[in-house]
């Protein structure tokens, strides 16, 4: 019999997992004295070891580990595993190699030309959201001048509702005939004919970026959120949506608002 200390150390791995691995099912000491708990292992069991070691370094988890060591290990099944783990592998791969490139490329900025991005990005999904809002087409040069009355308008209608008007969001959508604005508060209630209901679809992949205070400098943080889709690799893909994080102050200095420009790979 091995004690765990020699036990482990043959197998390389450490106490802890032994014991893991124990409570899991997966390796199960051959004796356990009942007065001390301490477990011993007979060498044998190295054999089933170094099949779990070999299947944790090919990624698998304890529950794919315990299938292929119960049900034996079928080149068939092994096969069909492996095929869906190296898909895993290479999706990590294709991650981390993106997460490199903007590394390499924050790094160069930094270094040639002695400056930070001022506006942080980052690429997430957006869930689904549906509002209670209004719409509106206009001209590009009327945007800022509509999109306030419309919320306004809403409010009207939903002011006297408890957390109806905790969520803002404008979607804004590029026409051939200038920019349609829908405008709304996410909403839970039931449908009512004195404004609509409007369901933004679930985005699989954004990239966002926070504006801090007034609105008559967004632009230049839209402007920073495009150039970054360009330099990662994306094209938008569908409508921009604002989501109002704090929009309280007349004047817009403490206001914060998300930019969310859906994007896809070309």
């Known amino acids: 019999m091995l004690s765990i200390g020699a036990f482990a150390q043959i197998g390389q791995v450490t106490h802890r997992m032994l014991?893991?691995?124990d409570t899991a099912g997966l390796l199960v000491p051959a004796h356990v004295d009942e007065s001390s708990g301490y477990r011993s292992y007979d060498p044998s069991q190295l054999e089933r070891l170094h099949?779990?070691?070999a299947l944790r370094q090919l990624g698998f988890g304890l529950d794919d580990i315990a299938q292929i060591l119960e049900q034996g290990i079928d080149a068939g099944r092994l096969a069909a595993l492996l095929r869906v783990r190296?898909?895993?592998v290479e999706e990590e791969h294709r991650v981390a190699a993106a997460r490199l490139v903007d590394v390499e490329r924050r790094l160069h900025l930094i270094e040639s030309e002695k400056q930070m991005s001022t506006v942080e990005i980052i690429e997430k999904p957006l869930p689904a959201v549906r509002l209670a809002a209004h719409t509106a087409s206009v001209p590009p040069e009327e945007v800022g001048a509509t999109v306030g009355p419309l919320f306004a308008s809403i409010e009207d209608v939903l002011g006297d509702e408890c957390g109806a008007l905790a969520t803002p969001i404008a979607q804004y959508d590029l026409t051939d005939d200038g920019m349609r604005i829908?405008?709304?508060?996410?909403?839970?209630?039931?449908?009512r004919a004195d404004l609509e209901i409007v369901d933004l679809p679930a985005v699989e992949l954004a990239i966002c970026g926070v504006h801090l205070g007034a609105m008559d400098r967004i632009r230049e943080t839209w402007s920073?959120?495009?150039?970054?889709?360009?330099a990662r690799g994306f094209v938008p893909s569908g409508p921009c949506r604002e989501l109002y994080v704090r929009a309280v102050s007349d004047d817009?200095?403490?206001?914060?608002?998300?930019?969310?420009?859906?994007?896809?790979?070309?």
């Not at 403490?254 to 070309?266: A, C, G, K, S």
Request: aromatic content about 10%; hydrophobic content about 40%.
């Open 224 to 230: 920073a959120v495009h150039a970054e889709i360009i």
């Open 51 to 53: 099949r779990i070691v």
């Open 86 to 88: 190296r898909a895993e």
């Open 19 to 21: 014991r893991h691995w």
């Open 182 to 191: 829908t405008a709304g508060y996410a909403y839970g209630g039931a449908p």
């Open 252 to 266: 817009q200095s403490d206001w914060v608002t998300e930019l969310q420009q859906p994007v896809v790979r070309p």
